[in-house]
């Protein structure tokens, strides 16, 4: 245990892991950088990072960046998330950090105005419920592939990531028959507003405690909101949920996120995620 403590006294290398570890350099290396295409157990993997960890390794991030021109960075934009909608939000984003973090790449918080004067400290951006012209000012700043959760517009270019309304209408459906049903929501830009009301003819937005205090508990809901769902109950109204909605938009980002960034996007592809 002193030999690991003189280590972190100093700068820690790849070298010192691999004699910890009891492996090859290049192991190290293959493990630490996720290179594809090495069979490495699952057993050798676990050993090399928890030894990293151990020994208070720190990849060099502007080296790496120098020598492969990636950060190996995902930046998570933001812009005015109300209280209410940032629950959802940083559940979606804490899964998505979980999903990322298998690919070897990081998530980041990025203020949309700091996003907008900076440029190449991330491989890719997903935005969090920007309106159109607000992603558009955005993207039109970055020459590194940028998706869209909660943002609705007509664009081939980009991957738009939203709620599938209609399946929410036939969750309603299947839990109340043809009585009529309110979409229960957080704020939403208005160009989301305009496809859900497509669907759903009465449309409750929840902006402070007082909306939820005033729900018609006479009125059926449907929300993919738990902390909405949990509150309206609370209070009698019949709610459904479409539990784990986050972790689908999640999900499809991160599978958006890997083909953007692999440039494997197909022009025929419908990028207009429905989840």
């Known amino acids: 245990m002193n030999d690991l403590q003189n280590k972190r006294k100093r700068r820690v290398t790849i070298k010192d892991v691999a004699e910890a570890a009891g492996v090859s350099i290049a ?14 157990s ?9 030894f990293a960890n151990l020994l208070g390794y720190e990849c060099n991030v502007m080296a790496r960046y120098l020598a492969t ?9 933001v812009k005015d998330v109300r209280p209410f909608a940032s629950r959802y939000y940083m559940k979606l984003l804490c899964e998505l950090s979980r999903l990322l973090f298998r690919q070897n790449l990081g998530l980041r918080l990025v203020d949309y ?18 309106t159109e012209p607000e992603f558009r000012a955005f993207a ?3 020459y590194v592939p940028v998706i869209a959760i909660d943002s609705v517009f007509d664009d081939f270019l ?4 939203n709620d599938d309304y209609e399946l929410l209408a036939g969750i309603a459906a299947s839990e109340y028959g043809n009585a009529p049903t309110s979409l229960l929501t957080y704020e939403l830009p208005d160009e989301v507003y305009s496809v859900a009301r497509r669907v759903f003819s009465d449309i409750v937005t929840v902006k402070t405690v007082k909306d939820i205090a ?3 508990a006479k009125k059926n809901y449907v929300t993919v909101s738990s902390y909405l769902c949990d509150n309206a109950k609370c209070l009698g109204a019949h709610v459904r949920l479409r539990s784990s909605s986050f972790a689908f938009k999640a999900s499809a980002a991160a599978e958006c996120l890997t083909k953007a960034m692999n440039r494997s996007i197909d022009d025929a592809e419908d990028h207009n995620v429905k989840v």
């Open 158 to 161: 980009f991957y738009r990531i």
């Open 140 to 142: 039109d700043t970055k």
């Open 27 to 40: 192991t190290v290396s293959y493990v630490l950088n996720n290179t594809p295409g090495q069979s490495i």
């Open 214 to 216: 005033e729900l018609d």
């Open 42 to 50: 699952e057993e050798t993997r676990k050993k090399v990072l928890q």
């Open 113 to 130: 105005s700091d996003g907008m004067s900076k440029s190449g400290d991330c491989d890719a951006y997903v935005t969090v419920s920007l």
């Open 69 to 77: 021109g990636k950060t190996n960075t995902v930046g998570a934009v």
